[in-house]
């Protein structure tokens, strides 16, 4: 198994990110709260992975012209056309589309129902945007007055935060589909397979599924330049990603200050405690990147890149360079070290 694993660090400053619908705990009728958990205790302000995502393909389309999946909406539930090979957001984010339709039973020649639910678990996992260390949460009461008679209360919640965030990209997975009868494997059905072949995609062997006579099942996979578009493009995102809750009062840059990428060669997030919260600060901790570097060495393809926005943990420069002479690790300005991680990115046919 192949992996873009990816952590980040955000800097906000008067916030409101992702928020949680009306308070009912105010006396206000208009207030609103933010997202927040609880951990020791106390309250730390996050933005959930779904918003974090959002943000992620918006960007996507608006810097990468990404044409996207369209969403079909039945009733109470909704889905997108769930078509990998021509939606790149279907293949990146994964999808689920449930349905059944009638056919006649060639025997019976009467109607029966059949599932033609496909779904896909995305090769793009992440993880929600959290703050690391505590700072108080708090409610800003402001009232709208330009128009006649009373001012109109309300109030919303408002915060500073360093937000961690961690990602991964299945490599292996992205323009790789399946159309065994499982859940979350049923990638693509019989006439879909059929087309993709039709248009320049291939069959593989499934590296670990087999037959009961023990014949690896096929996947389908189309072009490698395809596939390694969509990853790099969903790397380079993070250069200009933007988004957040209250942005016309409350504008935050959302992209990531601080950002450690690495190719490994498994599926587990190495870099999950390289944050920290330290005598009431946020702090990234070089001992635990320098433990995770000698821990996974052998998992590790190629260097690890760390980015840093001049500006932000600027005491880190005097740590970070000693490292970067030994050769385990790029450091430098943080879009440079993106652009450089994403040229390194080949995959196999």
């Not at 128009?147 to 990209?169: H, L, R, T, W």
């Not at 670990?208 to 023990?214: P, S, V």
């Not at 380079?236 to 990531?256: E, F, H, W, Y």
């Amino acid at each position: 198994m192949k992996t873009i694993q990816g952590f980040v660090l955000i800097d906000v400053d008067v916030a409101a990110l992702n928020n949680a619908g009306g308070d009912k705990s105010s006396n206000l009728e208009n207030a609103v709260i933010t997202k927040k958990i609880k951990k020791n205790g106390k309250d730390y302000p996050y933005v959930s992975g779904q918003a974090w995502r959002y943000w992620w393909r918006e960007t996507l389309v608006h810097n990468h012209s990404w044409k996207m999946s369209p969403v079909i909406r039945e009733k109470k539930i909704a889905y997108t056309e769930a078509d990998p090979m021509k939606y790149p957001d279907d293949d990146i984010f994964g999808y689920m589309r449930a349905g059944k339709k009638e056919i006649e039973d060639s025997e019976t020649h009467k109607k029966k129902s059949v599932n033609i639910t496909l779904t896909r678990v995305s090769p793009l996992k992440n993880s929600a945007l959290i703050g690391i260390a505590y700072n108080p949460i708090i409610q800003n009461w402001a009232s709208m007055t330009r128009q006649d008679g009373d001012a109109v209360p309300f109030s919303i919640d408002e915060y500073c935060a360093i937000m961690k965030g961690m990602f991964s990209i299945d490599t292996d997975m992205v323009g790789t589909f399946s159309s065994m009868n499982k859940t979350g494997y049923t990638n693509i059905n019989d006439s879909m397979k059929e087309d993709y072949l039709k248009n320049g995609a291939i069959e593989i062997d499934d590296p670990i599924t087999k037959d009961k006579a023990g014949n690896h099942l096929k996947l389908v996979r189309i072009d490698k330049t395809i596939r390694e578009k969509r990853i790099k493009d969903a790397v380079l995102a993070l250069k200009t990603i933007s988004g957040g809750a209250k942005q016309t009062t409350n504008l935050a840059d959302v992209t990531p200050k601080l950002i450690v990428l690495a190719k490994f060669q498994s599926g587990n997030h190495p870099f999950s405690h390289l944050a920290k919260e330290e005598l009431g600060k946020a702090v990234f901790s070089v001992d635990a990147l320098k433990e995770v570097l000698n821990d996974y060495a052998d998992q590790f393809d190629g260097k690890v890149f760390i980015g840093k926005r001049m500006g932000f943990m600027d005491e880190l420069d005097k740590e970070l360079h000693p490292l970067k002479e030994t050769g385990k690790i790029e450091y430098g300005p943080i879009n440079e070290i993106i652009d450089n991680f994403v040229n390194t990115i080949k995959l196999d046919e």
